[in-house]
């Protein structure tokens, strides 16, 4: 990818990009097709260096000098030069609609960077609403699919660790939440907390998942107290919502797994909801020294409460995303060896896109299997990285 400077002044309110936007390192910050919808968002942008890949922009370039000369030979004004725009009907055909992945990762995108100017500008936490409605409602139009890209990329990448933790953090949470009936506002309360329990640790974060890293007695000081620093500087940004700060200072507080959830107040019992489903995510991640572990050995240690059994939070868990999530791996009883698309009608039974064949051969297409079916019922989890098949994810995304 070559990455050229993006000037400015071509950004509009409401214009659909026509290719997406890359910070300097060339991280995708808002993707093709996206429209900029308020003055914050624009803001951002306008405050920092912006930059596009050059062959996808290159089209719109060509059109954009083209309208530009064209206002020359006019003998237009300077202003009208520099704000000529490419012609509106050829320019909506080259808009994308841009892939599930590629809107899930803007959101990450605009996540990572909230998490970064929080500690500096506190103002940045006013983002968190807009960006945490667009997450919702890419999630509501296609959950299992979004479900299942979050899953498989915690288990096979490590960038931007924090940030994409704390976005299936989120959409696992509200998952368990709706399934508890929990008023809105609460719920609402504990997703904002799922994307900004770790901003004291962003950084940090990001270094244990991708390098080898020694845990001095420092950082692992830094560690244990991520909490209760994360709510002060949440508060010191203003947040308004106390509720939130809350869940998120008590986010690993041990004391509260062992009380009934009807004794805990609604923040306790958030956010022992949300200290669930941190080390269930966590244990589905890959580090750079650990390979994800297995869902249903995760949601063994997840889900069960302190009598070894699943308790209500637990049970909810298991409901909200299954013993075999979307985006993890398994074996079924066939032989066949494939990957989760979609949530099931009982927790054991997903559907699943079969990738290998019985006789250890990559099948040619993915072969959709209901596993309530007993000829394809699930047989045994399997690490994904086992599997030497690259599925096609928006294929597979777009069967269910």
Known sequence: ??????????????????????????????????????????????????????????????RLAAAMDAKVMQNASLQDISGARPDADNGKKLVREPSLAEQWGETVGALDNLLRDLPTDPSSLARLP???????????????????????LAGHSTESYSSSHGMLCMLVAREAALRLAWPAGLVTSLLQAALTMNVSVRRLMDRLAAIDMRISADVRADILSHAERSARMLTEAGAADKT?????????????????????????????????????IAKLSRRFNRIPMSPVQAAREACLGVAGVPDEIGSALLKAIGMYPPGSCVELQSGEIGIVIARGRQANMPVVAALVGAAGTPLGMPAIRDTA????????????????????????????
Not at 27 to 37: D, M, Q
Not at 137 to 143: A, F, G, I, T, W
Not at 250 to 278: C, E, F, N, W
């Open 373 to 400: 079916d007993r000829r394809h019922q699930v047989k045994c989890a399997v690490s994904t990285t086992a599997v030497r098949v690259v599925p096609v994810h928006e294929q597979l995304m777009s069967a269910r």
């Open 130 to 152: 807009g960006l945490l409605e667009r997450s919702v409602r890419l999630h509501e139009r296609r959950p299992d699919a979004s479900l299942y890209w979050h899953i498989y």
């Open 244 to 280: 939130m700060v809350r869940i998120v200072q008590l986010h690993h507080d041990d004391s509260l797994k062992a009380k009934p959830l009807a004794q805990l107040d609604p923040a306790q019992g958030a956010a022992r909801l949300l200290r669930r489903v941190d080390i269930f």
């Open 1 to 62: 990818m070559n990455l050229i400077p993006f000037a400015k002044q071509n950004l509009r309110l409401n214009d659909a990009l026509p290719f997406g936007l890359r910070d300097g390192a060339g991280r995708l910050l808002l993707a093709a097709g996206t429209c900029i919808e308020n003055d914050d968002t624009l803001n951002g942008l306008l405050g920092g260096d912006i930059f596009a890949d050059e062959a996808e922009s290159g089209e719109w370039r060509r």
